[in-house]
Each structure stands twice: as structure tokens, then as C-alpha cells.
């Protein structure tokens, strides 16, 4: 399985981008991770396959995340960007239920190269 991230780029604060992330099949429980350097990995949005999402606090209100099931992609809407958001993005995903999705970094079966964000201010 191919997880395929596209979007990124540099944008200054207060603006918004849209990422995505193509799978090669189905895959049940997808996830938006991001990791500044310096930083540890850490879990911002996912949406399972009956439609469920969660996320951050350090995100919440700012974006969304959506997923079309017959294109097998994951999208994530960015807006009011701030220079804290800057970080290299990687989608996640599993074929079953992670039970704590933002949390369970090793849950997942697959991961995306990643795609950087950068927020200048």
C-alpha cells in the first residue's frame, strides 16, 4: 500500500492550504501527522471510515479534515495559518480502527513520505 501526500508549500501567516493524501486501496483509519524539527511526531486530524474525526487542540477550530472514499484520498484544509504550523506533514493510515488515533504512532501500517508546510510570518 502507497500513501501519496501533495500540497505543500509556503504560504505566509494567516493563509490557507489544502493537502492530500491518495492511497493505493481503501484504508479504513487516515491520519494527518506533523513533525517540526527538533520536535517529536505528533498527531493532528484523522477521520475513520464512518466518518468520526478528531483533532488537536493546537489545530481545532483552524482545520479540516476530509476524505473521499471513492478517490481513496484524505484531504486537510489549513486555514489561519501561523508560523507554528510550519512542519513536514505525512499522512497515515490503517486498515482497521486505531484506538487512539492521534496517539497511536505505532498503530499505523502505513505512512506517506511527507509534504513540508511552511508559515512565514
Known amino acids: 500500500v502507497q500513501l501519496t501526500e501533495s500540497g505543500g508549500g509556503s504560504v505566509q501567516a494567516g493563509g490557507s492550504l489544502r493537502l492530500s493524501c491518495t492511497a493505493s486501496r481503501y484504508l479504513y483509519t487516515m491520519s494527518w501527522f506533523r513533525q517540526a524539527p527538533g520536535n517529536e511526531r505528533a498527531g493532528i486530524a484523522t477521520?475513520?471510515?464512518?466518518?468520526?474525526?478528531e483533532y488537536s487542540d493546537s489545530v481545532k477550530g483552524r482545520f479540516t479534515v476530509t476524505r473521499d472514499s471513492a478517490k481513496n484520498t484524505l484531504y486537510l484544509e489549513m486555514n489561519s495559518l501561523e508560523p507554528e504550523d510550519t512542519a513536514t506533514y505525512l499522512c497515515a493510515a490503517s486498515l482497521g480502527t486505531v484506538l487512539d488515533p492521534l496517539m497511536g504512532n505505532t498503530d499505523y501500517q502505513f505512512w506517506g513520505q511527507g509534504t513540508q508546510v511552511t508559515v512565514s510570518s
Open positions: 477521520l475513520n471510515g464512518i466518518g468520526v474525526a
